[in-house]
């Protein structure tokens, strides 16, 4: 497992019955986690004083209970800073289990030793595409969300990269992908991170598993004479890591490099366990 474990701003304290207590800087949340089937003594007094809960419906979705948690806040990582605020479904606007793979291919692309173009697609709030433009890649960034681009300019600014060359677009991302092969345009290097279920701007139907083998194909054909890596996150549970592995072999070939696959997880402090936060898998020159 490829595990996030270099936070210094973000920490799991605690699991258990379907919930997991976090730190997020000084602020404290309680947030329901699928993969927490487990029911364990709850002994971090913590879990009795957060500043946010989200408390899921038996109907379906959930709210949040605030206990003066502010509107938004910020985290830190690796000189990078990240704008929070609560919103629906129990998110934050950060996955932090990600920086696993921001420190691999920022490493990559520091190294690479010529200037690498980074396409980052269903790109959300930016983490990815700003650990890139940090690394020293010209990014471009697309996501179907307005507010979800606006979000990521936010973090940019915060994080002293609002100058960086990093194009920022709301687009569907097949859509983007097609007119930039007609274009001609190529890069480098490929990121995305699908949803398991989405909409398109004119109700187009997005189910990971019809959607993303053919998305990835497509994909594929945007990549230079000579890439650098190709990385597909995956959160959806019957998505095993070795059907990554095995989509980027089929589709890489011919291409040489290494594809490698494994869940990504964040560690634990109250067990030393990691918690299994979904998949990713990785083509590297």
């Known amino acids: ?32 986690d699928p993969q927490v089937i487990w029911d364990t003594p709850r002994s971090d007094p913590r879990w009795q004083s957060p500043h946010g809960h989200y408390h899921r419906s038996s ?39 990600q920086a696993v793979n921001w420190d691999w291919f920022s490493e990559k692309i520091r190294t690479a030793g010529r200037p690498v173009k980074v396409l980052n697609l269903f790109a959300y709030t930016g983490g ?32 002293g990269l609002e100058s960086a060359p990093v194009r920022w677009l709301v687009d569907d991302c097949t859509k983007f992908v097609q ?55 995956s959160y959806t549970t019957g998505l095993a890591p070795a059907v990554l592995s095995y989509m980027l072999s089929l589709v890489m070939k011919g291409r040489g490099g290494h594809v490698d696959a494994q869940e990504i997880g964040l560690p634990v402090t109250s067990t030393g366990l990691i918690l299994p936060c979904g998949a990713s898998g990785r ?3």
């Open 1 to 32: 497992m490829w595990t996030a474990d270099h936070w210094k701003d973000y920490e799991v304290l605690d699991t258990g019955s379907g919930e997991k207590l976090e730190r997020w800087g000084s602020w404290l949340l309680v947030r329901p």
């Open 283 to 285: 083509w590297e020159r």
């Open 59 to 97: 109907r379906g979705g959930g709210e949040w209970e605030f206990f003066g948690l502010p509107q938004q806040w910020s985290v830190r990582y690796r000189g990078l800073t990240f704008q929070l605020k609560p919103f629906s479904f129990k998110h934050t606007g950060l996955f932090p289990e």
């Open 128 to 159: 990815a595409t700003l650990a890139a433009a940090k690394a020293g890649a010209a990014v471009t960034h697309v996501d179907a969300s307005k507010g979800m681009v606006g979000w990521a300019k936010e973090n940019a600014v915060s994080s």
């Open 179 to 233: 007119r930039e092969l007609r274009r001609g345009n190529r890069y480098d290097a490929i990121i995305m991170d699908p949803p398991s279920y989405g909409r398109g701007p004119k109700g187009e139907i997005w189910k990971i598993e019809e959607s993303l083998w053919p998305f990835v194909q497509l994909t594929a054909r945007l990549l230079s004479d000579d890439p650098l890596f190709f990385l597909i996150n």
